[in-house]
T-cell receptor
Framework: DTGVSQDPRHKITKRGQNVTFRCDPI?????LYWYRQTLGQGPEFLTY????????KSRLLSDRFSAERPKGSFSTLEIQRTEQGDSAMYLC???????????FGPGTRLTVT | AQSVAQPEDQVNVAEGNPLTVKCTYS??????LFWYVQYPNRGLQFLLK??????LVKGSYGFEAEFNKSQTSFHLKKPSALVSDSALYFC?????????FGKGTRLHILP
């Protein structure tokens, strides 16, 4: 399968714990995006990378959130001191060029108890 | 501000009937428009996109969408619905380098 992959698919954590998610984009895609989707809503943009450079961060991305793409390939999204409001599906997408067509991974569902 | 509106939370259609899922948009400049579908506990699957050219865009699984610039609409259509089309559908617009999604419309195809 050469699509976008995400790991883990599900994560249950206790409030206050740190969590880290991984995204592996389609191999030739230079852009990588993170979105968050809460129940009953469409996905909301969090941040994106072109190669290893993080080019934009949404106001939704509080100081507790950090994303990296150290070698321009896979990316990680870390949430520190998780809160119940962080419970959501975290989606990763990748694209080539200017990102007109974005291909999404299956998502990581986070539940904070 | 650039945005997408899906006025219907849910659409019910009998199997075999044509379906339409509505979407309107607000963008500055020429719009890049998309439809995605999401099945339960799955990521988003790309259906089709409009960038330029013909106003009728054909996509995956027999879906098509009609771009109407004067009405700023991009409605999703299918001539004959299948039960397996039941899912959550998102209209989206490209804004700067990211995609802005609508709230989604849940499509129920009744056997």
């Amino acid at each position: 399968d050469t699509g976008v992959s995400q790991d883990p698919r599900h994560k249950i954590t206790k409030r206050g714990q740190n969590v880290t998610f991984r995204c592996d984009p389609i191999s030739e895609h230079n852009r990588l995006y993170w979105y968050r989707q809460t129940l009953g809503q469409g996905p909301e943009f969090l941040t994106y990378f072109q190669n290893e450079a993080q080019l934009e961060k949404s106001r939704l991305l509080s100081d507790r959130f950090s994303a990296e793409r150290p070698k321009g390939s896979f990316s990680t999204l870390e949430i520190q001191r998780t809160e119940q409001g962080d419970s959501a599906m975290y989606l990763c997408a990748s694209s080539e060029g200017r990102g007109i067509g974005q291909y999404f991974g299956p998502g990581t569902r986070l539940t904070v108890t | 501000a650039q945005s997408v509106a899906q006025p219907e939370d849910q659409v019910n259609v009998a199997e075999g009937n044509p379906l339409t899922v509505k979407c309107t948009y607000s963008v500055s400049g020429n719009p890049y428009l998309f439809w995605y579908v999401q099945y339960p506990n799955r990521g988003l699957q790309f259906l089709l996109k409009y960038i330029t050219g013909d106003n009728l865009v054909k996509g995956s699984y027999g879906f098509e969408a009609e771009f109407n610039k004067s009405q700023t609409s991009f409605h999703l259509k299918k001539p004959s619905a299948l039960v397996s089309d039941s899912a959550l559908y998102f209209c989206a617009v490209r804004a700067d380098d990211k995609i802005i999604f609508g709230k989604g419309t849940r499509l129920h195809i009744l056997p």
